[in-house]
């Protein structure tokens, strides 16, 4: 099946830094990816959707300045947090889905702790 | 909007039990169903995607059904292990969005 890459795996930073997690479609072309965030014992929740060359779309209560997303390519789209703050500590998840189909592939999450 | 609830939210028993874990969805109106198992912290693994067409899928130990006009999946797992000690969840994809909409998840322990 499709892989999905995220990087790194876990980070942990301080208050009012900036942390960007890279999600690769290894060996497909992702068209949409989609940028999801998890807090301990919730669901995955729904940030935004991205298509590969145009603006990401974020949902109702998601700050677009402070989650930056860029899908720069059809095989890369990154997520920058802005100025961490504590409350922004969770669990990252992306999914990629390839043109012509609307199987979305997972990938593994990254663990962001801010102090 | 399309709700999807998961019941139980917790299930503990033992090796070799058959299990059964519910979802339902607010929106019948939907294009597909998985199924996924999280390990803590890790990931989402898809276990099984039933189209809206379909009545059901099997995978091994796992078969799971879709009832749309009831608004209900079930994924059965038979003789369970520990080794499928995860917590698993369902999502559902409505027509027009084609973004799921995830539960929150059954947190299953299957004690030796």
């Known amino acids: 099946g499709a892989v999905v890459s995220q990087h790194p795996s876990w980070v942990i930073c301080k208050s009012g830094t900036s942390v960007k997690i890279e999600c690769r479609s290894l060996d497909f072309q992702a068209t949409t990816m989609f940028w999801y965030r998890q807090f301990p014992k919730q669901s995955l929740m729904l940030m935004a959707t991205?298509?590969?060359?145009?603006?990401?779309?974020?949902e109702q209560g998601v700050e677009k300045d402070k989650f930056l997303i860029n899908h720069a390519s059809l095989t890369l789209s990154t997520l920058t947090v802005t100025s961490a703050h504590p409350e922004d500590s969770s669990f990252y998840i992306c999914?990629?889905?390839?043109?012509?189909?609307?199987?979305?592939?997972f990938g593994p999450g990254t663990r962001l702790t801010v102090l | 909007k399309q709700e999807v609830t998961q019941i139980p939210a917790a299930l503990s028993v033992p090796e070799g039990e058959n299990l059964v874990l519910n979802c339902s969805f607010t929106d019948s109106a939907i294009y597909n169903l998985q199924w996924f198992r999280q390990d803590p912290g890790k990931g989402l693994t898809s276990l099984l995607l039933i189209q809206s067409s379909q009545r059901e899928q099997t995978s091994g130990r796992l078969n799971a059904s879709l009832d749309k006009s009831s608004g209900r999946s079930t994924l059965y797992i038979a003789a369970s292990q520990p080794g499928d000690s995860a917590t698993y969840l369902c999502a559902v994809t409505s027509g027009g969005s084609y973004i799921p909409t995830f539960g929150r998840g059954t947190s299953l322990i299957v004690h030796p």
């Open positions: 991205s298509n590969e060359g145009s603006k990401a779309t974020y």
């Open positions: 999914s990629a889905k390839a043109s012509g189909t609307e199987r979305k592939f």
